[in-house]
């Protein structure tokens, strides 16, 4: 079964542009979240999906940030305008809770984002 | 609120040794589940291993066992005969009810040969 695809795997922007980040989960899986990790940091949830309605978007910093999962299944991630302190690791993970599952969240590679 | 502390920010070990990281959690739901993922250098987060709070059994899988305490909130990851494809990061993370997933701050793992 193919994992959680994202892209790009790298970006590089200057400070006050605007960058988008692209996931598809594991086919089936109707729990999609986005993570921000910084570096020597354990991910930091900024928002979570449940097929296209929003669960949990708390620490989501709404003034820049803006998420989408239309359709259910791709979802993409927006940052504008971005800020130095955004460099980070963007990470998509997937989930479908099932008893089988224990609802373990599969992760993407990952987007390394730098804001110069 | 849930909180999950990983007091060890990085460790060393031998390779095949044994090595033990530490997590603790707090909460006060009684079924959630725990899990250890791995983070290599600059590659994906993977699942090592989980453990569902409702069995007192500690899972295994290979070379990799925890010790899950319920009533101390403890969940340590074990590796046996630590190998070099093991230095990573190492994230605790607990979930509940459907709820998000809380992750420690990490520890890091370097394995020497």
């Known amino acids: 079964e193919a994992g959680v695809a994202q892209s790009p795997r790298y970006k590089i922007i200057e400070k006050r542009q605007s960058v988008a980040f692209w996931c598809n989960p594991i086919?089936?899986?109707?729990?999609l979240y986005w993570y921000q990790q910084i570096l020597g940091q354990g991910p930091k949830l900024l928002i979570q999906?449940?097929?296209?309605?929003?669960?949990?978007d708390s620490q989501l910093p709404k003034d820049r940030f803006s998420a989408e999962r239309l359709k259910g299944v791709d979802s993409t991630l927006k940052i504008q305008p971005a800020k130095l302190e955004d460099s980070a690791v963007y990470l998509c993970?997937?989930?479908?809770?099932?008893?089988?599952?224990?609802?373990?969240?599969?992760f993407g590679p990952g987007t390394r984002l730098l804001v110069l | 609120a849930q909180t999950v502390t990983q007091s060890q920010p990085e460790m060393s070990v031998q390779e095949a040794e044994t090595v033990t990281l530490s997590c603790t959690y707090d909460?006060?739901?009684?079924?959630?589940?725990l899990f250890w993922y791995k983070q290599p250098p600059s590659r994906q987060m993977i699942l090592v291993i989980r453990?569902?709070?409702?069995?007192?059994q500690n899972a295994t899988e290979n070379r990799f066992s925890v010790n899950f305490q319920k009533a101390a909130k403890s969940f340590s990851l074990k590796i046996s005969d630590s190998q070099l494809g093991d230095t990573a990061m190492y994230f605790c993370?607990?979930?509940?009810?459907?709820?998000?997933?809380?992750f420690g701050s990490g520890t890091k793992l370097n394995v020497k040969p």
């Open positions: 993370a607990f979930i509940h009810n459907f709820n998000k997933f809380y």
């Open positions: 909460t006060s739901e009684n079924n959630y589940y």
């Open positions: 993970a997937s989930s479908s809770p099932t008893a089988l599952a224990l609802e373990t969240q599969y």
């Open positions: 086919s089936g899986h109707a729990t």
């Open positions: 453990q569902e709070a409702y069995k007192q």
């Open positions: 999906f449940q097929n296209n309605g929003v669960v949990d």
